[in-house]
């Protein structure tokens, strides 16, 4: 089936530094990724939707500056969170609709688990 | 109104019993897809089931199962013989075929919990 990699699993940053999260389609060209923030035992906010060749769309309240969303090709998406915060600490995951027909499922990454100490 | 409402925040359930997860949702498309993910403890999604709103017959892959009704908006995952493996989050959600966006809705997640 197809396959979303994510990378790294586990970041741990300092106050001040900038962390960047990728997630590569291993299968499949992905025009469309999706990055999510989840908290423990919560459900899955979206942050933004990432569009190849395009600026990404960030839902309401999500920061453009700080989390820079670039989508340089076909199967690859990369999230920036620039000057991190404590507060940004958190688990980020990508994920990609392998087609555009109803039934395709989204594929998930497993996931960054962020640390900003 | 929320697209996905999951109503259960946590559900336990015997080993070797079924359960069932509810999940209603909300759409004024006539086409769209209903899918269920399983998130374990380490974090992964895992795509479990599908079923589509045209669809005659309830999905079924394995010991998973949806109980659609369609009238209701209900979409419910029944779990058949459970594992202690089956114990993680369970997220139902949405896709609508008028979505150009690709969006998919995600309900608020069930902790499930499997007793030995």
């Given amino acids: ?117 | 109104a929320q697209k996905i409402t999951q109503t259960q925040p946590g559900m336990f359930v015997q080993e070797k019993e079924a359960v069932t997860l509810d999940c209603t949702y909300d759409t004024s498309d006539p086409s769209y897809g209903l899918f269920w993910y399983k998130q374990p403890s380490s974090g992964e999604m895992i795509f479990l089931i599908y079923q589509g709103s045209y669809d005659q017959q309830n999905a079924t892959e394995g010991r998973y199962s949806l109980n659609f009704q369609k009238a209701r908006k209900s979409a419910n995952l029944v779990i058949s013989a459970s594992q202690l493996g089956d114990s993680a989050m369970y997220f139902c959600a949405m896709r609508e075929g008028r979505n150009t966006g690709n969006q998919f809705y995600f309900g608020t997640g069930t902790s499930l919990t499997v007793i030995p």
């Fill in chain 1, 1 to 117: 089936g197809a396959v979303v990699s994510q990378h790294p699993s586990r970041v741990i940053c300092k106050s001040g530094t900038s962390v960047k999260i990728e997630c590569r389609s291993l299968d499949f060209q992905a025009t469309t990724m999706f990055w999510y923030r989840q908290f423990p035992k919560k459900s899955l906010m979206l942050m933004a939707t990432s569009n190849e060749g395009s600026k990404a769309t960030y839902e309401q309240g999500v920061e453009k500056d700080k989390f820079l969303i670039n989508h340089a090709s076909l199967t690859l998406s990369t999230l920036t969170v620039t000057s991190a915060h404590p507060e940004d600490s958190s688990f980020y995951i990508c994920s990609a609709p392998e087609e555009r027909l109803l039934n395709s499922p989204l594929h998930f990454g497993n996931g960054t688990r962020l640390t900003v100490t």
